[in-house]
């Protein structure tokens, strides 16, 4: 039996519950494809200064719940947020994304988890307003960046194809590679757990680069610090559950289900959906149309939208996309496929 205290569609899929038709948001809701987000982005001056302003952050979180009626919110905010917190310089330059001061092997001492709790606090105030101006029906989400993804921006200093430079670190010296994610884990353990005690209901940790570590660097630096972060997670508050996204693992996605001890799995669009289907024998799912067909629209779309909760509707499914929504998609879109998802039931 579902727990009366479990208000909110998503809370109830993320225990287990198959709901029909499926409780719905999508990665990347708040953002530039909103004419209220760019008008709110202009008043804020730099990202992280907007990131860093809880009024503005609050109802950037809000705008799309509202706009289209969703499920659930996600905290308005980013990965980076906690590097910056730790003291590594993270600036968001128009048109070029994120910019680092690349972190290496001797710079690991010089990052501080005292300084982040501290720095982060605006974040925690904008997930304590966005709380008590959502109805319990309505889910707030947190979130965090895996350690390998964190670890790449710092590494690199910048995006990347190929995020040579931690790839290149983790071989040549994995005890100082190994330093900077076990620093990585503590910091996303609190950074959780400060958005838990501040009102959120449930927790996503994003690995967008997880895809680009072979078999036994998946295991050590995809999985194993999801598990310290869940058992770490779960330990301070035991009833979390936690959404875990690792982008592009493809074969080790079924180990990934199995030995991180989160709650959920996001599916990227590259998951067939019987494969999909194999891990929520196991465990709820979340996914996974292609955030290209959400700009394309039209028939294509709600086709496949049909199939996505056809091939999910036997068990515990979050409707949501792949990755985020790209930057051009027409809003009209994202109305038509919360629409879709909440249409007739699927035969
Ligand atoms: O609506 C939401 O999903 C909540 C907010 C959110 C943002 N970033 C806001 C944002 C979330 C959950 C993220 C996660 C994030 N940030 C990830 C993991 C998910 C993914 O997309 O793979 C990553 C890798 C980042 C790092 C990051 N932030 C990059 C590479 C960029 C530049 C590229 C881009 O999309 O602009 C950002 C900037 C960013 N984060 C924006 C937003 C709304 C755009 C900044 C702007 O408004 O100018």
Redesign the pocket.
Known sequence: MPSPTLQSNLLRVLAGEALDPPPVWL??????YLPE?RAL?AKAGG?LQ?CYAPELAAEA?LQ?VRRFDLDAA???????VVPDGLGARVD?R?GE??VLEPTGAKDVDRLSLRRMRAHLAPVYETVARVRASLPPSKALIG?A?APW?VAC?MAEGK?SRDFAAPKAWLWRDPASFQALIDLLVEATIEHLAAQIEAGADCV?L?D?WAGILPDAEFRRYAIAPIARIAAGLKRRHSGTRIIGFP?GAGAMLEEYARKTGVDAVGLDYGIPLEAGRAVQARLPVQGNLDPVLLLAGGTAMIDRIAEIRRAFSAGPHIFNLG??IL?PTPPEHFAALVDAVRGAAVP
């Open positions: 990665m990347r809701q708040a953002g530039r987000y982005r990202f907007f979180t799309p996600i905290l308005f905010s980013d990965i980076l968001f128009e994304g994120p979130f960046g993804t921006y995006t996503q994003f967008t982008r990755h985020g930057p």
